[in-house]
């Protein structure tokens, strides 16, 4: 299990968008942009599905994800990855629904991601650039 640190989610916090980045089972890569994206506990990101086409399908066939966070106040990079779970039911699920709900009812809040992360890295231009920290 990997425990983001202080300064993890610090950086994390300064993003407001982030690249979610999948790959079919074949290897297409795929990016898209999300907004809807939070730290839930010490290993988890949740994210709101509104829109996803091609991510929503990748983790569906390859239950894997990668995004960066950058502050370049503090210029610290991290890349995370981790394992999805798709819900569209339950209580975790019905907790995002409200938030999504909350900034528009037109979002169609069709699901949630849920993302253990299972490895970090250094994307920090220098010489810890590509360590794994975590
Ligand atoms: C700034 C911005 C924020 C977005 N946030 C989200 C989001 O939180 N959830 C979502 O499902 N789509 C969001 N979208 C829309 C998706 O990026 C868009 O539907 C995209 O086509 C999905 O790509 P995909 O087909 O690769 O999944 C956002 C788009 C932009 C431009």
Redesign the pocket.
């Known amino acids: 299990m990997v425990t983001l640190t202080a300064e993890m989610k610090e950086v994390f916090a300064k993003n407001k968008?982030f690249a979610i980045a999948t790959a079919s089972k074949t290897g297409m890569p795929?990016?898209?942009?999300?907004?809807?994206?939070q730290i839930v506990a010490d290993d988890t990101i949740w994210?709101?599905?509104?829109?996803?086409?091609?991510?929503?399908a990748n983790v569906k066939e390859n239950p894997r994800m990668a995004l960066y966070v950058w502050d370049p106040e503090k210029k610290r990079c991290f890349q995370f990855k981790g394992d999805v779970t798709v819900k569209t039911s339950g209580p975790d699920y019905e907790k995002i629904k409200a938030q999504i709900k909350a900034k528009g009812p037109h979002y169609p809040a069709?699901g949630l991601l849920i993302v253990k992360i299972t490895e970090v890295f250094d994307c920090t231009p220098g010489s810890n650039a590509g360590k794994k920290i975590g």
Not at 31 to 37: D, I, L
């Open positions: 968008i795929n990016v898209a942009p999300m907004a809807t994206v994210i709101g599905d509104n829109y996803m086409v091609k991510t929503l069709k």
